[in-house]
Structures are given as structure tokens and as C-alpha cells.
């Protein structure tokens, strides 16, 4: 299942059963992934700025006691609106500022968090794991420059058999090939959005090498366009 991802969007806002959580105030930290089968259908169906009202609205201009309560707000609210396009929506509210603590006398702990989930009927969760075979994987090429700040994971299935019984790098996908796939798709479509940009890779190793067995593309966006105080984007493409 192909996704995308705001990842750590940063809120203050009144939530808490405590009265002075509801006077105060405090920081919460959300992450939100919208999966679907067609990533261009997910990105396409609902825009960053309606997801920014929603976690504003929901978030920051409403007080509740509960956090899941939030979190189940925002991801129905999402998934209503996608009109079909987005099959679950995955929404995690972490609340950094914690009396919580592990053991006597421990340390604080990072943060506490509710995760909700919002399908649509009769969906059922799908995770695809490239653990199942043999797989290379380049982890975070980085390409930054004035134009583009991305991270790219990138990860071939193939079969390794030959290239382990001969141990010969003629007949392996080598990390180098990898890489450069990553690196040099992105440098030469600059301007073009990060799906389009992973369907280039992913559509790239399956000419380049016909023994793929399956492909999994993750880019993140350290420079999204959009006002939310959010770490990154991250959308993943799995063929």
C-alpha cells in the first residue's frame, strides 16, 4: 500500500483532562499518513492546505479532554473528504510534555501518543513487505540543493542466488546502480512532484533490471509548500 506522509507537524493547543492542561496549554506533535492504492489518486484527492484546517480546527481551535478524540476528528474529517482515493488514514497524536515516568526513579519519558486508525468499508489493512525477499537498499541518498532539499530510500527485491553461490558483482543490482537511480531521477526532473518522481524510479528498475521482483521508493521532503510547522513530507511508492 502506497502512502503519504506529514510527518512530526507541530501544534500548541488545550488538550487534557487536567484543568490546567485545559488553561495552559502545551506542545502536541501529530504525524498523519493517508494510504491508498494509486499515490498521484491520494495526493491529488485532498491538498495540504485542507489538512492544515483540519489539524488547525480540530487541533488548535477546540479543547479535549482526550487525545484520541483529536486524532479520530482529524482522520475522518480527511478521510470524508478524499472522496475514495485514500483507503485509511493513520493519525498519531504524540503529547511530549508527560508526568509519566519509567521505574523508580527513571527518567522522562520522550513522549506519550494515541494512535487512531479511519478505514473505509470494507477495507482491510495492507503492508507490503519487501522483507520477504532478497532486497539492496540504498538508505537516504541525499540530494540537496538550492532547488530541491529530498532524502531518498530506495529498495530492489531480485534474486540473489547467483551473485551470492559465485559471489560476483556481475550478477548483482549493485548499491551503486541504486543510488544512482535515486540521485540522477530526482536531479533530472527537478520540479516535478514527489509521486511522479517515485514512479520514475520504481518504472526506472523494472526496464533496468526485468529479474526485479518488487520495488519499494520512499522520498522526504524536507522543503513541502506548504504553512504547517511540520519536519517533512514522506511518500512511498511499493511496486
Not at 494509486?38 to 491538498?47: A, M, Q, R
Amino acid at each position: 500500500m502506497n502512502y503519504k506522509l506529514f510527518k512530526n507537524i507541530h501544534i500548541f493547543g488545550s488538550h487534557g483532562i487536567a484543568q490546567e492542561e485545559k488553561d495552559v496549554g502545551q506542545k502536541f506533535v501529530i504525524d498523519i499518513t493517508l494510504f491508498g492504492e494509486d499515490l498521484k489518486k491520494i495526493t491529488g484527492s485532498i491538498s495540504d492546505d485542507e489538512i492544515e484546517q483540519y489539524v488547525k480546527e480540530e487541533g488548535v481551535d477546540v479543547s479535549r479532554d482526550l487525545i484520541q478524540t483529536m486524532a479520530s476528528r482529524i482522520g475522518e474529517r480527511i478521510l470524508a473528504k478524499s472522496a475514495g482515493a485514500i483507503a485509511e488514514v493513520r493519525v498519531e497524536v504524540k503529547k511530549p510534555s508527560t508526568p509519566v515516568r519509567i521505574g523508580l526513579p527513571g527518567g522522562l519519558v520522550k513522549y506519550v501518543s494515541t494512535t487512531v486508525s479511519k478505514r473505509r468499508e470494507g477495507y482491510t489493512s495492507e503492508y507490503i513487505h519487501l522483507e520477504d525477499y532478497n532486497y539492496t537498499k540504498v538508505k537516504s541518498a541525499r540530494v540537496f540543493n538550492k532547488d530541491v532539499r529530498y532524502e531518498v530510500d530506495l529498495e530492489v527485491a531480485f534474486p540473489m542466488e547467483d551473485s551470492i553461490r559465485e559471489d560476483n558483482v556481475a550478477y548483482s543490482y549493485s548499491y551503486t546502480t541504486i543510488y544512482d537511480v535515486a540521485v540522477d531521477t530526482v536531479l533530472n526532473n527537478i520540479g516535478e512532484r514527489p509521486e511522479v518522481l517515485l514512479e520514475k524510479m520504481v518504472d526506472y528498475v523494472y526496464s533496468d533490471n526485468p529479474k526485479a521482483q518488487k520495488v519499494r521508493a520512499t522520498i522526504r521532503n524536507y522543503l513541502p509548500e506548504n504553512n504547517m510547522s511540520v519536519d517533512y513530507m514522506e511518500y512511498q511508492m511499493v511496486k
